[in-house]
C-alpha cells in the first residue's frame, strides 16, 4: 500500500496498530470487524495495519492447561454467561467460538507475528488471523510447535521453523514491546489509528469507519 493524498480522488492512507493476544477471544471479534470496516471504506481509504503483542497471562505454561478449568478460575460461576456472550460475539462475525481444548502461553506466537511483520504486512495479517482461528474456533493449543509451524507456512512465512526453535528470535524486540503496553494500555484488544485516535475493545464497525472518515478528512 502507497501513502495518498484526498485532493484529486485520491484515497488517504490509514495507519493502524493493533495491540492484542492471540489468545484472547475478543481480540479475535475486534479484528473481523476491523476487517468489515476496512471493507466497507475501501473506496475512501488505503490501510496499514501492524500488530503489536501483549500477554494476557504471562504465567500460562507452554504446555498448555485445560481451557476449561482456565476459565472456571478465572469467571467462576459467571463462567456460563460469559462463554455464551463469546461465542455469540464470534457468530457475529461468522464463527463459533472454540471453549474446549488447552490454551497456553503465547509469547512464541508473539515472536512469529513479529517475524511475519518483518517479511511483510500481509503476511502478519495472515499469520495473526490464521493463530487466532486455530485458537479460538478450532481448539487448538496456540503455544504448539506444529500449530505454529503450520500457520507460518499457510502464510509463506521464511525461516520459521529455525525462527521458532530458537527461543531468542525476536525475543528482546517482543518483550520491549510489551513493556511499552504494560505501561501505556489498559486491555486488549487496542487500535490506534494515525497515532491520533485510540480504542480500546471490540469496536462496532461503524464505530471504525467513522473514525476513518474522519482521519480522512485530517490534515498531514
Not at 1 to 20: E, P
Request: glycine share 8%; charged share 30%.
Amino acid at each position: 500500500m502507497s501513502s495518498a493524498g484526498t485532493s484529486g480522488g485520491l484515497k488517504r492512507l490509514i495507519r493502524i496498530d493493533v495491540i492484542s493476544d492471540t489468545i484472547c477471544p475478543w481480540c479475535f471479534v475486534g479484528k473481523k470487524r476491523l476487517d468489515k470496516a476496512m471493507e466497507e471504506t475501501k473506496d475512501l481509504c488505503n490501510f496499514e495495519v501492524r500488530w503489536h503483542p501483549y500477554m494476557l497471562d504471562p504465567s500460562l505454561p507452554k504446555e498448555g492447561r485445560d481451557k476449561n478449568e482456565f476459565h472456571r478460575r478465572k469467571f467462576g460461576s459467571r463462567l456460563q454467561a460469559v462463554v455464551d456472550n463469546i461465542d455469540q460475539a464470534f457468530q457475529s462475525v461468522g464463527y463459533r467460538f472454540g471453549s474446549g481444548g488447552l490454551i497456553g502461553n503465547s509469547l512464541d506466537s508473539h515472536r512469529l507475528i513479529e517475524l511475519a511483520g518483518r517479511q511483510g504486512l500481509d503476511k502478519q495479517n495472515a499469520v495473526v488471523e490464521n493463530l487466532m482461528i486455530k485458537c479460538l474456533t478450532q481448539q487448538k493449543c496456540v503455544s504448539d510447535r506444529e500449530v505454529l509451524l503450520s500457520v507460518a507456512e499457510s502464510a509463506g512465512i521464511e525461516g520459521a521453523k529455525e525462527w521458532i526453535d530458537n527461543p531468542n528470535a525476536g525475543l528482546k524486540e517482543v518483550q520491549a514491546k510489551m513493556e511499552k503496553y504494560a505501561h501505556t494500555i489498559s486491555g486488549v484488544p487496542h487500535f490506534k489509528i494515525n497515532d491520533k485516535y485510540e480504542m480500546s475493545g471490540a469496536q462496532a464497525p461503524q464505530t471504525f469507519i467513522e473514525i476513518f472518515k474522519q482521519a480522512s478528512q485530517d490534515e498531514e
